[in-house]
């Protein structure tokens, strides 16, 4: 068409998107180092769950009568702590790792003052 020469979007050679910049798109292999934070965030969620169902007899056992279910009431209970913690710290490495979360980054090393 006469006067469309200089306008954006015009291709004289009858393409569409030739200015394109938009590359081909990276293949997705396999991660091994992703794998295992998911599967370790799973095994540590899964050891929290039995953790907590166990805290969870040995209370009523205790609570029963039973004084020496006291122990492994605490013990069950420190270590669903340690487990969630876990999970929670994995997931988060997890999900820096793909992207959604971003790297937290050293703000400036003065002293912050009110």
């Known amino acids: ?3 469309q020469e200089g306008l954006p979007g015009s291709d004289p ?3 569409a998107r030739r200015g394109a910049r ?8 396999f991660r091994p180092d992703l794998a295992l934070l998911g599967a370790g965030s799973l ?6 769950v039995v953790l907590v169902w166990l805290a969870i007899g040995a209370g009523r056992d205790a609570r029963g009568g039973e004084s020496g279910r006291w122990t492994v009431l605490v013990l069950c ?3 669903a702590v340690v487990c969630l913690f ?3 710290w ?5 999900l820096r790792a793909v992207g959604v979360l971003e790297q937290p980054t050293r703000k400036d ?3 912050h003052r009110h």
């Open 109 to 111: 090393a003065r002293p």
């Open 13 to 15: 050679s009858g393409g």
């Open 1 to 3: 068409m006469a006067g």
């Open 77 to 79: 209970s420190v270590g």
């Open 90 to 94: 994995l997931l988060t490495a997890l």
């Open 43 to 48: 095994l540590t969620l899964l050891a929290w």
């Open 86 to 88: 876990g999970c929670l």
């Open 22 to 29: 938009r590359g081909p798109r990276p293949r997705r292999t």
